[in-house]
């Protein structure tokens, strides 16, 4: 089992910065993949970015040039530095890992809202 412990949401104004970040505890040997997701008001969960083991990254196209995505394999941790925040990121972030046995876990999600 995978434990992930959030942190770094909360109110920011347009243009703004916060940075997220993500501790797992647990069976942390078989996490692959880490990443963020994000759900909107109404909206379905989706992919914010993503980073693999040896570092290879994917971003959403909407905060492509905005956020990175990093990771420390040896606090088992993964980062979400997220500039120039517009009206439209605000959700729910939750923090995930996928095993290398291909199971997915989910952090409890930190809420993140940008006013205009």
């Known amino acids: 089992q995978v434990h992930l412990v959030e942190s770094g949401g909360g109110l920011v104004q347009a243009g703004g910065s916060l940075k997220l970040s993500c501790a797992a505890f647990g069976s942390v040997f078989s996490i692959d993949t880490m990443g963020w997701y994000r759900q909107a008001p109404g909206k379905q969960r989706v992919l914010v970015a993503s980073?693999?083991?040896?570092?290879?990254?994917n971003y959403a196209d909407s905060v492509k040039g905005r956020f990175t995505i990093s990771r420390d394999n040896g606090k088992v941790t993964v980062d979400l530095q997220m500039n120039s925040l517009k009206p439209e990121d605000t959700a729910v972030y939750y923090c995930?890992?996928?095993?290398?046995?291909?199971?997915?876990?989910w952090g409890q999600g930190t809420q993140v809202t940008v006013s205009s």
């Open positions: 995930n890992v996928f095993t290398v046995g291909g199971n997915p876990y």
């Open positions: 980073i693999t083991r040896r570092g290879d990254t």
